[in-house]
């Protein structure tokens, strides 16, 4: 039996909108550099669409590509290629070359 088209309860704290953003995900003290795309946003978290979202690491830095920013996350749901992340911190300047 198949779970398409049976609406669920929302859990967000604050309404998601649909976004197509470049981003790059940062970990390991930031040497390790994954490619992602930033799906929908919202005021506490995102959902992302990375081909390697199985060997993420609970935390890391998501950098918004164009607008040369970055925020702490936390993976909250995690599938083979999306993830669900909760927004650590504010936003940042992203100090490096993207």
Known sequence: MSDAGVS???RRRSPRRRV???????????PSVIDCT???????????????A???PKEFFLVFVVEK?????RII???SEE???EFLSAVEPARLRL
Not at 41 to 50: D, K, M, Q, T, Y
């Open 20 to 30: 197509l953003k470049r981003g790059k995900i940062l970990f390991h003290d930031r």
């Open 69 to 73: 920013e970055m925020r702490n996350v």
């Open 54 to 56: 199985g060997l993420l």
């Open 38 to 52: 930033i799906r929908d946003i919202s005021e506490g978290g995102a959902r992302l669409l990375c081909s390697q």
């Open 8 to 10: 669920r309860p929302e």
């Open 83 to 85: 993830l669900g992340v």
């Open 77 to 79: 749901w995690r599938t």
